[in-house]
């Protein structure tokens, strides 16, 4: 398929690189001129990279940045065609979501959110998890695509559904990794071995993909950016904008969004998530770490 992709992060290198390989006539840009894909074409600008594509697929920072790439001066817009698919793997509001496909739409194109799940491993490996909204015709002509690039894809519903779904989801790894980081403060602070409280949770029913994929980067001091604390501080913005929507209340995600606030204020915007740590371990008066660290 010809493809456009638009952005070139954490995420989207990989995941262009991954359709490159795949066989795919693929074209990129990337906001800061200079990152290169391998076997791709490069283009000027969003309008540009998606005239004469099949499928126009972004993964960039943000609501704002979306909305630029799409209908700002030299963007998708100006080279949308009959029967064109969007597919948007940024994490964004919702609600923007729906008024962005409504106005593609009405000029003929088609819109798919299609948020994902893996971290930078799973990009790099073509193993990640796509969380999709949109008409199932349209996710199904993105079958070839999903496949490149991820194991896995859960079609949540109509158009908007994928980045309800995925703020959700992240929801949940927020306020379960501040449980952990908080459990290891605690432990720490009284004396256990931050090793063997890991294994005990690992052989109980607190066990969580979280701690399983988190606790070996804590126990080494790693704080390399899989998921950038910034970008996870950003959707926990957006899922309490959201629920305001909604008119939902999120108590636990309005205090944990504190502990991202001073985080970022002490200088941890651009490490990982897991960083938010170290403001609990400074507070405390300790630092966890494993016996081999």
Known sequence: MRVA???LGIMGQSMAT????AGHEVTVWNRTPGKLVEGAAVAPTPAAAARGAEVV???????NAVQQVLFGRDGVENSLSEGMIVADSSTISPSATLDFARRLQAR???YVDAPMTGSKIGAANGTLVFIVGGDDTDVQRLGPLFAAMGKKIFRMGETSKGQATKLAMNLQIAL???GFAEALTLATKLGVDSDKLISLIEATMV???VVEYKAPFILQRDFTPN????LMHKDIRLTLEAAKEARVKLPALETVEEIYDMASEDGNRDLDY???LTLLEKWAGIQVKGNAA
């Open 227 to 230: 998921f950038p604390l910034r």
């Open 5 to 7: 992709f638009l952005g």
């Open 18 to 21: 991954n359709l490159v390989k």
């Open 274 to 276: 897991a960083a938010t």
């Open 207 to 209: 066990k969580s993909g």
């Open 108 to 110: 003929g194109a088609h």
């Open 57 to 63: 697929w972004m993964c960039v920072s943000d609501t």
């Open 176 to 178: 379960i990794f501040e």
